[in-house]
Structures are given as C-alpha cells and as structure tokens.
C-alpha cells in the first residue's frame, strides 16, 4: 500500500500528457491541420487521462462515501473551467471578429443556444451532436458522466471482475470499431462510442488502483528489472503520441494496453529513476497546470499568435505553447486552485462527512 495521499507521479504524467495535446495542436495550426506530423496522437493523451482518473478517482472515493457529494465535487472541478474557457472562445472570436485577425468564426459561435449545450457536458455523452466552441471541451462532458459510474458500479464490484469487465468492454469495442477513439460526429453504437471508450478507460484504472492496493508491494518488490519495464512501458506511450495518427487504425488499443503498468510508478522505492523523473520539479509544475493548459490554449490558438509575425514554423509553435504556459499557471495559481478549495468548502458545509459508524458488538 502507498504511504503518499497523493499520487504526484501521475500528476506528473497528465501534465506531460497535457502538454502533448498542446505541441499536437500548435503544430497543426502552422502545418493545416493535416495531423500528419509530430504528436499526431492526442487521443491517446486523452485515453490515458481517462485510465489515469478512473484510477484516482477509485483511491479518493470509499464506498461509504455519499453519491450527491461526489457528483458536486466533480462538477465543480470540471465545470468551471470549462464554462470559463468557452466564454473565452466566444470572447477571443468576438475580437476577432471585429479586428479582422486569427481566425475567422463560423457565425455558429454567437448562437446562444450552441452557447448553451457547450456549457451542458452532453456532446459525446448523448447522441446529439453540434459544433464545439472549444474543441478540447468534448472529453471533459465524456469524463464527468463516466465517472458517475465509480462510486454507483465500480467500487461495488471487485476488482477482479472489474478489470475482466474493463477488457471485455474493450474488445466490444474493438470488434465495432475500426480505430480506438471515433471522430466526433460518429454516429457508432448510436454515437455513444467516446462514452462507452472512457467507461471501459476508467473501469480499468479503477481495478488496477485496487488490484494494487493488495499487491503493490509483492509486484514492486520482487518483480525483476521493474525499472527497465516501466521506462520501456512509458517509451511505448510516448512513441504512440508522437506517431500514431488518430482515427486510422486499432492500433490505439495496443498502445492503451501499454500504458496499464505505468500506473504502479508511485509504488516503486524511491530509488526509481522513473518515479524521480516524474516527481521533478518541472515535470510537476506540468502536472499542476496541466488542466487550465488542456483547455485555455485553444483560445490562445485563435489568435493566430503561432503564425503571426513569424514565417519560421517552430518559432510559431514555441511563441503558442510558452503563451499558453503562463497563461495556464496564472490561473492555476490566482484562480483554478482558490475557486475549487471555495467551492469544495461549500460543499463540505452543505453536505458533511458522515461519522464512521461503530458496530454494535464493539465498545465505544
């Protein structure tokens, strides 16, 4: 069992996986958005944000724990941002619109009614489909409904039957699907796929957090070169973002399969190079920006700000992801961090921690 409350290796990794999305998408915005060239796997960013909360989400949440709490904790951690960052789309498109700059808005943007369902977390959670003001939005609804389905299904079963349940969910998948993640506007298993792909993500990090917390320390301990699969299991991932271009093949499922053991990186002795790596100073500043970073680089994009005043390609792409950065921790640090502690200390008064129960055959 982990002696650590928190799991800052994973913390590290989203933030890499965060800023993975970020070179994906400041290289498409110089190159047309062909998704042909360097970090043309984004998805697979997505896929293990996916494992890696269904994972976290299993450690914080006991049993006992109350559903209404749960389901109002996790909104107001995803749905703020979120609301944020497509009033900063609309905004940033506003602007342009009248300056003539960045890119040019479809008059869609301004609809108060499309407004309103990009605020509502049902695209990819229900079969409707409509434009995204922010396109990265879509995985935040997708996430929120599927881990409703931790405390009302998975810490219920056991873990066992939990991952067998994951893997079967996944062939389903693979059998109905040509690729892992479907492109937006599928209209698969009734345009339900993306859900049903981060149930089956979330139902698997979830086993694995409890296959672990049993076994951690005889698979950490005894298991040879731990180090040198760890390492080799996380070349894998990275060499699958890089390359493997979404929506072409089932390819994404070997790379998924890939990321599993990774999740045990916090267990390792302290001694591990990967857990250090993972733990550094930089690697956890990603970590800790990593949510405001997957979301407030789109309306950073639209400005143009990678292509403007610059022919050199790369130097567009650093000038769009060190923007992005700063303003990414800026609000982290002034606004993301303080907002949450507020509202969850809202939610704590409106719904206290129950008193553990005491059996009756045991003394006071």
């Avoid at 499309?114 to 229900?126: E, M, P, S, V, Y």
């Avoid at 409707?128 to 995985?139: A, R, S, V």
């Avoid at 059998?175 to 979330?202: R, W």
């Avoid at 093949?249 to 591990?272: C, G, H, K, T, W």
Wanted: positive net charge; hydrophobic residues 50%; charged residues 15%.
């Amino acid at each position: 069992m982990m002696k650590d409350t928190r799991f800052y290796a994973l913390d590290g990794l989203r933030g890499i996986f965060a800023l993975t999305v970020l070179l994906n998408h400041a290289i498409q915005s110089v190159t047309g958005w062909k998704n042909d060239g360097p970090f043309s796997g984004p998805h697979l960013s997505v896929a293990y944000f996916f494992i890696i909360s269904g994972f976290v989400l299993t450690h914080s949440h006991g049993k006992n724990d109350g559903f209404v709490k749960y389901l109002l904790t996790r909104f107001a951690r995803l749905w703020p941002l979120t609301f944020i960052s497509v009033v900063a789309m609309v905004l940033t498109y506003a602007i342009l619109n009248f300056s003539g700059d960045g890119y040019v808005p479809g008059d869609y943007v301004f609809n108060a009614n499309l407004i309103i369902k990009n605020i509502l977390f049902i695209h990819g959670a229900t079969p409707f489909k409509f434009h995204l003001i922010n396109p990265p939005t879509w995985t935040i609804g997708i996430e929120f409904w599927a881990s409703l389905f931790i405390p009302l299904v998975f810490v219920r079963m056991d873990a066992i039957l939990r991952l067998c349940s994951s893997i079967a969910l996944f062939i389903l998948l693979f059998y109905v699907s040509k690729t892992g993640m479907e492109k937006l506007d599928s209209l698969l298993l009734f345009g339900m796929h993306n859900l049903l792909f981060a149930i089956a993500s979330m139902m698997l990090g979830s086993s694995i957090y409890s296959v672990l917390e049993r076994k951690s320390d005889k698979i950490s301990n005894n298991s040879k070169h731990i180090e040198v699969f760890m390492w080799t299991s996380f070349a894998t991932c990275m060499i699958g973002i890089y390359a493997q271009t979404s929506f072409v093949n089932r390819l994404d499922f070997f790379f998924i399969i890939s990321f599993a053991p990774i999740l045990m990186v916090d267990y390792l002795s302290e001694n591990s190079f990967i857990k250090k790596f993972t733990r550094c100073e930089i690697v956890q500043f990603f970590g800790y920006i990593s949510f405001p970073l997957y979301l407030l680089h789109f309306p950073i994009l639209i400005t143009g700000i990678a292509y403007r005043g610059s022919d050199n390609v790369w130097l567009g792409v650093l000038m769009m992801c060190s923007v992005s950065i700063v303003v990414a921790y800026l609000y982290t640090a002034f606004v993301d961090v303080r907002m949450y502690r507020y509202l969850k200390g809202c939610i704590n008064a409106l719904l206290p921690d129950k008193p553990p129960t005491v059996e009756k055959n045991k003394e006071a």
